[in-house]
């Protein structure tokens, strides 16, 4: 068994590497959030934990990690040569560590899609106003 938690270790933290994790990051990060998702119309808040990429984070909120997937922006993939990575960086500079308060929205695979606000403005909104563009998958 403890063969077994290893190797899961491992290929989570070599999951989150593919993803764009730092090896630190990895290594901290579970596989994906995994608190239980708060029903639609519910607003929960919290302090961003991860950033997966431009428009996919995951929220401390007092039941755990709450994986969201930002509804007002459509980053580009993190395989987009350059833009996915300076989206998932202007995320990271934008909301790592910050409270945010986040409107939930619908269910979309393990994810709650939702609103989120800092300070009042929508994380999509400080997305584009760092000059990041739309244009994901």
Do not use: W
């Amino acid at each position: 068994m403890f063969r077994l938690t290893l190797a899961g270790l491992a290929a989570g933290a070599t999951l989150a590497l593919a993803m764009g994790a730092s090896p630190a990051e990895a290594a901290k990060r579970p596989d994906r959030c995994e608190a239980p998702l708060p029903r639609p119309g519910a607003t929960f808040a919290g302090p961003v934990d991860y950033v997966m990429d431009g428009d996919s984070i995951c929220v401390r909120t007092a039941s755990g990690l709450v994986e969201v997937r930002i509804a007002d922006f459509n980053a580009p993939e993190l395989h987009e040569r350059g833009r996915g990575a300076a989206a998932k960086a202007a995320m990271k500079r934008i909301a790592l560590g910050r409270q945010v308060v986040c409107k939930a929205d619908h269910r979309s695979y393990d994810r709650m899609v939702s609103v989120c606000r800092l300070n009042g403005v929508s994380l999509g909104d400080l997305m584009r106003a760092a000059g990041i563009e739309e244009g994901g998958n």
